[in-house]
């Protein structure tokens, strides 16, 4: 019904930038919440930046001041600009949304296949 599709991923090295892109297709009436998760080996999945369709945007401690969420919801997509990259960053991350779908009406939660960053030192 719908499908998150990443990219941006990949490798940089410490200090460095990679900016993330997940475009949402599919039966879409409209999406409330965008967000990207991180999971590192050995490591929970955790939230690393969301966005309300409102415009309301939060941030893992980790990530706050160094990482920017964004949207375009004409595109539906969402985009995550990350500065001053570490090591720990590195992880598989995976692009969320709640999405309202058509007929019939009603709120699912989705995930895309997620991208790898790698961070070297």
Do not use: H
């Amino acid at each position: 019904q719908v499908q998150l599709v990443e990219s941006g991923g990949g490798s940089a090295q410490a200090g460095g930038s990679l900016r993330l892109s997940c475009v949402a297709s599919g039966n879409i009436l409209r999406i409330n919440r965008m967000g990207w998760y991180r999971q590192a080996p050995g490591k929970q999945r955790e939230l690393v930046a969301a966005s309300t369709s409102g415009g309301s945007t939060n941030y893992a401690d980790s990530v706050k001041g160094r990482s920017t969420i964004s949207r375009d919801n004409a595109k539906n997509t969402v985009y995550l600009q990350m500065n001053s990259l570490k090591p720990e960053d590195t992880a598989v991350y995976y692009c969320n949304a709640g999405v309202i779908l058509r007929a019939p009406v009603f709120e699912n939660d989705y995930w895309g296949q997620g991208t790898q960053v790698t961070v070297s030192s």
